[in-house]
């Protein structure tokens, strides 16, 4: 009975976190408040958590794994053997759209290596290693990674995905640009 009513009341301190996230922001979030905000007191939110930066970690870190899950379910993996014809699929992106608030808040809590950006990007490096066989450490593995990183961008603000037709004008004006360096 214990273990339920824990995990109940990590679930509100979360969904309260993200509330509050999305309202005011990392950086005026307090114990006290997100305490207050979840009906607990400040001692049941460190019964669960060491700090806001634990709490925002965990979020983060769950957040990415439901990004992966999906991700491997029918999006980035199928289309990355496509010969990247869709980087996200309609899944993701819907995915992503519905929670592009709460994610652009995410990302500007700094958490070094346990950022979203550094998960995000952990993330696709290892897809890419996994289903192209891309060296993660090669040039071309930073390039992936960073196309992945600005689709994501992309659709957090256009809440759609970039077109193939977008992505190859994007790719040839970059090699024309290239091209002027030499």
Known sequence: MADHRFERTDTDIRRAFMAALTKQGFETLTVAGLARLSKVDRTTFYAHYESLFTLAEQVITDQVALLRA?????????????????????????????????????????????????????????????????????????????????????ILLKQRAPARAELAASLNQLIAIARGFK
């Open 70 to 154: 999906t991700l491997v379910q029918g999006g980035m993996v199928t289309a990355a053997k496509a010969a990247h014809d869709q980087l996200f699929s309609e899944t993701v992106i819907a995915q992503l759209s519905q929670q592009a608030v709460a994610i652009r808040k995410l990302r500007l809590i700094s958490l070094g290596t346990q950022s979203f950006d550094a998960q995000c990007r952990r993330l696709f490096a290892a897809i890419y290693q996994q289903v192209l066989g891309v060296d993660p450490n090669s040039f071309t593995g930073f390039l992936l990674v960073n196309i992945a990183m600005s689709d994501l961008d992309f």
